[in-house]
C-alpha cells in the first residue's frame, strides 16, 4: 500500500501580523481536513518564510509554533530580500522533510481549497501543478491595466510565463531538488518551473479579497519585476535594438539620399527643424539603446559576483 504523501504549505510573509492569526488558523484546519480525508500524511505541516518583517510577524509565528509545533514550522531571513527570495528559502527548507510542497500568499487571497485538486492532480501523476487565475479579484485598476500589458508583452516576447500564472502551484520533492540546480541571483520563481519540465498541468482558482493588512507591491516593486522578468527569460529586447538600429540607418540613408537630389535640382536645404528632430531623437534612441543593454550587463554584473541570495537567521 502506497504511504500517504508529507505535504508542506510554504507561505512567504512580510509584515503579516494584520492577519497572521486567521492564517495559521485557516492553514491549520485545511492540513486536518485533508489529513481525516486521507489525502496527506500526519506529518504534514506549514512552514512560513518571514522575509526579514519589521512589525510583530516573527513574534506571531513563534507564539502559533509553540502552541502547534508539528504543524507550524518556519525560516526567517536575516533581512528583506523579496519575495522571490523568500519563497526560494521556503522552498529549500521544505524539500528536506516532505514530499509534496504546495506555495501560497500568506494573506489566504489565494482560493485554499484548491489544494485538494492539486492534490488530486499529483495522484494522477503530475509532478507540478500550477495555479492560473480565473480573475483577477478585488484588485486596483492600475494592475488590471499593468497585468495585462505584462503579460501581452512577456507573450510577444517569447517569455514561458502564462497569463494570470500565479506562485500559487503544487511541487514534488523530485522538482525542488531540480529547482535547487538554478544558481542565479535574480530569481523570478513561476518563469523558472515552467523551464523545469515533469509532467505538469495548470489549475484554475479563484481569487479572494484580502480580509486583513494590504499589499506590499507598489507600482514600483511591480514595474521591477516586470523588467526583472523580460530580461531574465528573453533576449528579445536586444535584437529589438538591432532593428531599431538598421530602421534608423535606412531612414539616414533615404534623407541622404533626399538631400543630394535636392541639392542637384538647386534646392537649398533649410535643415534646422530637421536637424533638431534627428538629434533629440537619434539622442533618445540612443539612451534607450544603452538602458536596454545596460540592464542585461548589470543582470551579467550581479550574477558575476555570486553573492550568496539570503541568510536564514532563525529557524523554528
Not at 507540478?128 to 494592475?143: D, N
Not at 484580502?210 to 514595474?223: M, T
Not at 541639392?263 to 536596454?292: D, E, N
Amino acid at each position: 500500500m502506497q504511504s500517504l504523501p508529507i505535504l508542506y504549505i510554504v507561505m512567504p510573509c512580510y509584515n503579516e501580523e494584520a492577519g497572521l492569526v486567521d492564517t495559521v488558523n485557516t492553514v491549520l484546519q485545511k492540513l486536518q481536513q485533508l489529513q481525516s480525508a486521507g489525502k496527506v500524511s500526519a506529518e504534514s505541516a506549514m512552514l512560513f518564510s518571514d522575509d526579514g518583517s519589521k512589525d510583530a510577524t516573527w513574534q506571531i509565528i513563534e507564539s502559533a509554533h509553540a502552541q502547534y509545533p508539528a504543524k507550524v514550522k518556519a525560516v526567517k531571513l536575516a533581512a528583506n530580500r523579496g519575495k522571490e527570495y523568500a519563497l526560494w528559502a521556503g522552498v529549500m527548507e521544505a524539500r528536506r522533510h516532505a514530499d509534496a510542497v504546495v506555495c501560497m500568499d500568506a494573506d489566504l487571497q489565494f482560493d485554499i481549497d484548491a489544494i485538494d485538486e492539486f492534490l488530486a492532480l499529483h495522484a494522477e501523476g503530475y509532478e507540478l501543478v500550477y495555479g492560473i487565475k480565473k480573475s483577477r479579484g478585488a484588485e486596483p485598476f492600475y494592475k488590471r491595466i499593468f497585468s495585462s500589458l505584462f503579460y501581452s508583452l512577456m507573450g510577444k516576447l517569447g517569455s514561458p510565463i502564462q497569463k494570470n500564472h500565479t506562485d500559487y502551484c503544487l511541487m514534488t520533492r523530485q522538482v525542488c531538488d531540480a529547482l535547487a540546480e538554478y544558481g542565479e541571483t535574480n530569481l523570478i520563481f513561476r518563469g523558472l518551473l515552467k523551464q523545469l519540465g515533469f509532467k505538469q498541468c495548470p489549475c484554475y482558482f479563484e481569487v479572494k479579497d484580502r480580509e486583513a493588512g494590504q499589499s506590499h507591491f507598489s507600482p514600483i516593486k511591480l514595474i521591477n519585476l516586470s523588467l526583472d522578468a523580460i530580461t531574465s527569460f528573453s533576449v528579445a529586447p536586444l535584437r529589438l535594438i538591432v532593428f531599431l538600429g538598421a530602421m534608423v540607418m535606412l531612414i539616414g540613408l533615404g534623407m541622404i539620399g533626399w538631400t543630394i537630389a535636392d541639392a542637384c535640382r538647386g534646392i537649398t536645404p533649410s535643415g534646422y527643424a530637421t536637424l533638431a528632430c534627428s538629434l533629440w531623437f537619434l539622442g533618445g534612441l540612443g539612451m534607450m539603446c544603452l538602458g536596454v543593454a545596460g540592464e542585461y550587463l548589470g543582470k551579467l554584473y550581479m550574477e558575476a559576483k555570486k553573492r550568496p541570495r539570503y541568510f536564514i537567521s532563525k529557524t523554528l
